[in-house]
C-alpha cells in the first residue's frame, strides 16, 4: 500500500510538472505575441509622425533659407516642391510619393520629374497636400494598410505659390 500511495504522489507531482510547464510555455507565446503586436504599432506610428515631421523640417529649412513653395502634381498625386538658390542657380527639390514610397529628389529649375529619379525616403502609399491662401499648409500621408496621418505647417513670410 505504501508504494501504491509512494507511485501516486511521484505521478502526481510530474503531472503537476507538466502542468506548470504547459502554462508558462502558453503564458510565454501570449507575452510574446502581445510584445510583438505594440512593437509594430509602435514602429507603425512612429513612421507615419516621422514622415509627416520630415515635410514639415524641410518646409521649415526652406522657409529660413527664404525659399519658394509649391503644391504640384506628379503621375501619382501631390508633390511639394521646395525652390531655393544655391550658387547661383535656381533649384528645386521635389517630395513625391512614386511607387509605394515617399521620394525626394533636387534638380535645376524647370527640369522634368522622372520615373523612379528621386531617393526613397520612406514606404507611403500616398501624399495629399492642401495650400490655403491663409498660408496653412495641410500634410495628410497614407501607408500602405489605408491609415492616414494629418498633420499642419503655417507658411508664414515667404513667397508661395500654388501651382497645378
Not at 502558453?26 to 509627416?52: I, K, P, Q
Not at 525659399?67 to 517630395?95: C, F, H, K, N, P
Not at 509605394?100 to 524647370?110: K, M, N, P, S, T
Request: charged share 25%; net charge negative.
Amino acid at each position: 500500500m505504501r508504494r501504491e500511495r509512494y507511485t501516486a504522489e511521484i505521478l502526481f507531482v510530474i503531472a503537476l510538472f507538466f502542468l506548470y510547464t504547459i502554462f508558462t510555455v502558453l503564458l510565454s507565446v501570449m507575452v510574446a505575441d502581445a510584445y510583438s503586436r505594440g512593437a509594430e504599432r509602435s514602429e507603425h506610428n512612429y513612421n507615419m509622425r516621422t514622415s509627416v515631421l520630415y515635410l514639415t523640417e524641410k518646409i521649415r529649412q526652406t522657409t529660413n533659407a527664404s525659399g519658394e513653395i509649391s503644391v504640384r502634381q506628379t503621375g501619382e498625386g501631390d508633390a511639394l516642391v521646395l525652390g531655393m538658390l544655391a550658387e547661383g542657380e535656381r533649384y528645386e527639390t521635389w517630395i513625391y510619393v512614386e511607387d509605394g514610397y515617399l521620394r525626394e529628389v533636387l534638380l535645376l529649375q524647370g527640369a522634368e520629374v522622372s520615373p523612379g529619379i528621386g531617393q526613397k525616403i520612406m514606404p507611403l502609399s500616398e501624399l495629399v497636400l492642401e495650400l490655403g491662401s491663409e498660408g496653412l499648409l495641410r500634410i495628410c500621408v497614407t501607408d500602405q494598410t489605408g491609415e492616414t496621418y494629418d498633420g499642419k505647417v503655417f507658411l508664414e513670410g515667404i513667397g508661395r505659390r500654388n501651382a497645378a
